[in-house]
């Protein structure tokens, strides 16, 4: 998941991120700690995104166009030299006061990770801070808990959780790339299409089938009075998945205090969206109808109708379960469209101190209570940014909130899909559904297994994923 970045103390007219920077403002700014990462993929598409304008990449070691130098043998008046390399420049620091930081580094030394190591890697997330990187990368887990000296002056991130933050700094200047050349989806139409279907790994076994059922010889243009077919509607699910996706990447790549609020009711919107059309598809394809009623996960008269013939998938959404707890979160955060919305609340940590945007959640006995319990039952208020200011007055940060909705959600979309007995759909041949590509060609093929874990990398979401991606472990489609 995408964990929000601190903003930088202002200094100037230099915007305090990158994100609020116009295209060719500044760059993302990153220190990568080469020495502490692990993850080679990451590396290899940090090393990628680095060759853009847009990206002015720094290193702890001197292999790359700019990099940082620490000179640890130059100690004089408790300062140690620091050297910033860059092309037709150098500039000279100091980190200071030198044992201070020492002291730090015995704080947060182990046997595996020598107090000369601590320092090492404590140095340069000090020159980070003073020198306004955005990021400092490195995978060391001592460091990644942001120790004492450090606080919030600087954005310590993993390798995996830097990749989605750049790939979202890109996204959010109109540049969808996968970090290598030869990869199909270079455009912002492929990169969320692909992004629908592997979000949701069941998906095109469930999608398959409801193309089956309709056939070939679909008239997209029959008259409006006729119902929509289930090749329509399964459609229009993964559109509003597609959708979803585009609106959790506004919510957190914009920055106006104005905007969060607009971007965040449309992704709510669409989750709801994606759900209700998964309902229709499912009472069309099982025939389960109740008169004067429309077809939906929180209806108790249409799941008990469903739970009469098909109970293992309606248990999916019974109440209480994970899944419907999901939904209810999102869906009573949607339908306060019908009430008073989902007002804004400005939020600062001090008087100068970083500000941010927050809403107002549910309001209402019942909603209020039926969200704190959906909340407490999947992970609690601090997993969802969820605040509550004086007794009886909570408030959602919709940067940390969206990612938790975002992967609850899918995973209770995908259940729905794996329990959905697609083979009884009218007119559906078993034989002809599919299971996902198979497709080791790489990243020529869109719908490759490269281009599907990719993806979700830039995502930030491939781990989250991957733990209900076991059924259809190639699902891409």
């Known amino acids: ?214 056939g070939a010889g679909e008239d997209v243009l029959a008259a409006d009075t006729l119902p929509a077919t289930l090749r329509a509607l399964g459609q229009t699910c993964l559109e509003r998945v597609d959708w979803t996706v585009r609106a959790r990447d506004q919510v957190l790549s914009v920055v106006a205090a104005d905007l969060i609020p607009f971007c965040f009711e449309m992704f709510l919107l669409q989750m709801s969206g994606a759900f209700d059309a998964l309902a229709q598809v499912t009472a069309e394809g099982l025939g389960v109808h109740v008169q004067r009623t429309s077809p939906s996960w929180r209806t108790k008269k249409w799941l008990d109708a469903l739970a009469s013939s098909h109970s293992s998938l309606a248990a999916v959404m019974a109440p209480g379960s994970p899944h419907r707890d999901a939904l209810e979160i999102i869906s009573l955060l949607r339908n306060s469209i019908h009430d008073s919305g989902l007002p804004t609340f400005g939020m600062a940590s001090s008087i100068h101190g970083p500000t941010r945007t927050t809403v107002r959640t549910p309001r209402g006995s019942y909603a209020a209570r039926a969200f704190r319990e959906a909340i407490d039952s999947l992970g609690g208020k601090e997993a969802w940014g969820v605040q509550t200011l004086i007794p009886g007055t909570t408030t959602i940060d919709p940067l940390v909130f969206i990612d938790q909705a975002l992967v609850a959600g899918f995973k209770a979309m995908n259940a729905l899909m794996t329990a959905t007995p697609v083979e009884a759909f009218p007119g559906v041949d078993p034989t002809k559904l599919r299971l996902g590509s198979l497709s080791g060609s790489g990243p020529g093929d869109p719908w490759s297994q490269w281009s599907r874990d990719r993806i979700l990398l830039l995502l930030g979401i491939r781990k989250e994923i991957e733990t209900f991606d076991k059924r259809f472990p190639q699902a891409t489609i």
Not at 133 to 142: H, N, R, Y
């Open 1 to 214: 998941m995408i964990r929000p970045l601190h903003p930088l103390p202002k200094q100037g007219d230099d915007p305090v991120t990158p994100f609020i920077a116009t295209p060719e403002g500044r760059p993302f700014r990153l220190l990568i700690d080469r020495p502490t990462i692990i993850e080679g993929e990451a590396l290899e598409v940090l090393d990628a995104f680095a060759t853009l304008p847009a990206i002015e990449c720094w290193s702890t070691t001197d292999d790359s166009v700019r990099w940082v130098k620490i000179d640890w043998a130059t100690e004089v008046n408790d300062h140690i030299a620091v050297r910033l390399h860059a092309p037709g420049r150098l500039t000279h620091a100091a980190l200071n006061p030198a044992s201070t930081w020492r002291i730090f580094a015995e704080r947060i030394s182990t046997a595996e990770l020598p107090v000369q190591e601590a320092l090492r890697q404590l140095g340069y997330a000090e020159v980070g801070a003073r020198h306004r990187f955005d990021m400092i990368v490195s995978d060391s887990a001592p460091l990644l808990r942001e120790p004492v000296g450090i606080g919030g002056r600087i954005n310590i991130r993993s390798s995996a959780e830097a990749v989605a933050h750049l790939s979202l700094f890109l996204r959010s200047r109109g540049i969808y790339v996968l970090g290598d050349d030869r990869a199909y989806v270079q455009g912002r139409f492929w990169f969320y299409v692909v992004a629908s279907r592997v979000v949701l790994p069941a998906a095109d076994r469930w999608f398959s089938a409801c193309q089956n059922s309709t």
